[in-house]
């Protein structure tokens, strides 16, 4: 008896999720998604068929990333259009999340195209329910941006945040991301999730400034999921804080893990000073003192 052959929708776009690091995280589905394709649309072409050829599957590649997305996803719409199936993947994981493959969604949308989740594999996720940390709701943050301006103005909106907030990082970035965590949020605690799913998979589950002192003595390798706890209590009103004297602003802040220098930084934010005005003040009370 013949086997019944995997029937795909024609004219409609599939994210495949692909395995982050064990092969055998592939789902039935995801390979035979893979298989009856009329087109692989892949991140990197050259991971994603050593991929295939692990999985016996013979398939038309084609590339789609930052780079060629406008022009890519124009052709890859022309294909759906036709009728062709796409199946797109990532370079692991699952697609479209901090990824290309969020702006070919869309295009596929406004087209009126249909888009259809294969879910598998998610390195954010995987990486929360083992971190110890609350799961009933959290926050996916993505990559942080390299602008200095950006990555400061993006953790200072997380300051209150009461969730445990999920970070994608390289190593080769991770050193700066955990010092503007620090300088931010203050003193908490973090795991540090990478080579998930592989041999040497490893979770760190630390305070931040352990964190910032391990890696000044060891080489980051590998890429990293980063799961910061949430805000434990509630920050105070900007009204309330500013009620209180200078040293005791200041020292609310130390309290939340701010260095004096930061702390001082965030009192004159708070009370729409200069940093100058908030030493002299804090001075002069040392002294009535």
């Known amino acids: 008896m013949t086997e019944k052959k995997y029937q795909l929708d024609k004219g409609t776009l599939y994210l ?16 035979r998604t893979l298989q009856e394709a009329d087109l692989v649309a892949a ?15 013979k398939n038309a590649l084609t590339s789609y990333f930052q780079h060629n997305e406008k022009q890519k996803g124009e052709f890859l719409i022309e294909k759906l259009l036709e009728g062709q199936t796409v199946a797109l993947v990532s370079d692991a ?4 999340i901090s990824d290309p493959g969020e702006e ?23 990486a929360l329910i083992a971190s110890g940390l609350p799961t009933g709701r959290f926050s996916f943050e993505g990559f942080l941006s390299v602008s200095k301006k950006s990555r400061k103005e993006h953790l200072e909106m997380l300051v209150g945040q009461p969730y445990t907030m999920i970070f994608y990082e390289a190593p080769h970035k991770l050193r700066r991301t955990l010092q503007d965590l620090y300088d931010v949020l203050g003193n908490r605690r973090i795991v540090l999730a990478r080579e998930l ?14 964190a910032i002192s391990y890696y ?29 004297s200078v040293l005791e602003h200041i020292k609310y802040y130390e309290e939340q893990g701010l260095s ?30």
């Not at 994981?93 to 479209?96: L, N, S």
Request: hydrophobic share 40%.
């Open 16 to 31: 495949v999720a692909t395995p982050i690091g064990n092969l055998e995280d592939i789902t039935l589905r995801a390979i």
């Open 43 to 57: 991140e990197d072409t050259r991971r994603t068929a050593a991929l295939l050829n692990h999985l016996e599957i």
């Open 93 to 96: 994981g699952t697609p479209a």
């Open 104 to 126: 070919l969604v869309r295009m596929c949308i406004a087209h009126n195209i249909p888009v259809v989740p294969v879910p598998g594999a998610t390195a954010a996720v995987s």
């Open 197 to 210: 799913t592989k041999k040497f998979e490893e979770f760190m589950r630390v305070s931040l400034t352990e």
């Open 216 to 244: 000044e003595m060891h080489e980051p390798k590998g890429e990293y999921v980063l799961l910061v706890e949430g805000q434990q209590e509630p920050l105070p009103k900007e009204c309330e804080l500013n009620n209180l």
């Open 260 to 289: 004096p220098k930061d702390a001082q930084k965030a009192v004159a934010t708070d009370r729409h000073v200069s940093k100058r005005e908030i030493y002299a003040a804090a001075l002069e009370e040392k002294d009535r003192k």
